[in-house]
């Protein structure tokens, strides 16, 4: 089964989710992920995972969401109390640790926000008819005020004309 193929199922099976139900996944699978996180030994942290619930959250309830669950999912791996002594040698480690994940999570926020955008505009842009094409055309090429054609258009026209003045030696 190819990438493309998983994507449009799993987009397809998440839009077909309610709000809530989205709300109740992200949140149960960070709870989850933070009681794993907790029950593993600190040498192996597993902040990578947060990065599905903040992916769902991201795709299906919009980029304030994604931050939103950014912000939660941090919170387990700081407040980690099995590093107490850790909190009091090195206090500003611990902060400097969950600044660069929180980073990382919000890179990853913002990276999927602008991927859906950019799909949503392609399946869009694909969705266009004929005939939209040719008026979306006309509306790039024209004054949306007085319908006279625009400066690109006259520049493209401009090199046409030159060009076929050159080929005829004019």
């Known amino acids: 089964m190819e990438p493309a ?5 799993f987009s397809t099976n998440l839009d077909k989710l309610s ?3 989205v709300i109740a996944i992200v949140s149960s699978s960070i709870f989850i992920i933070g009681l ?9 942290p597993l902040l990578v995972f947060y990065l599905i619930p903040i992916g769902i959250a ?3 309830l919009g980029k304030g969401a994604g931050f939103l669950a950014c912000l939660i999912s941090i919170f387990p791996s700081v407040l980690d109390l099995r590093q107490e002594e850790f909190w009091l040698k090195n206090p500003g480690s611990a ?8 980073g990382l999570f919000v890179l990853v926020v913002v990276l999927l926000d602008s ?9 869009e842009a ?4 004929e005939i939209d ?20 258009t006259f520049h493209s026209k401009l090199k046409g004309f030159i060009e076929s003045a050159r080929l005829h030696n004019e």
């Not at 040719?134 to 007085?146: G, K, M, N, V």
């Open 5 to 9: 193929s998983i994507f449009k199922a």
């Open 19 to 21: 709000k809530f139900q």
């Open 36 to 44: 794993c996180d907790y029950a593993v030994n600190e040498t192996y």
């Open 58 to 60: 991201t795709w299906r």
């Open 95 to 102: 902060i400097w640790n969950g600044t660069i994940f929180l």
């Open 115 to 123: 991927l859906k955008r950019v799909l949503q505009f392609k399946y």
């Open 126 to 129: 694909m969705r266009l008819t």
């Open 133 to 152: 094409r040719e008026r979306a055309l006309f509306i790039s090429q024209h004054d949306a005020l007085t319908g006279l054609p625009n400066r690109n």
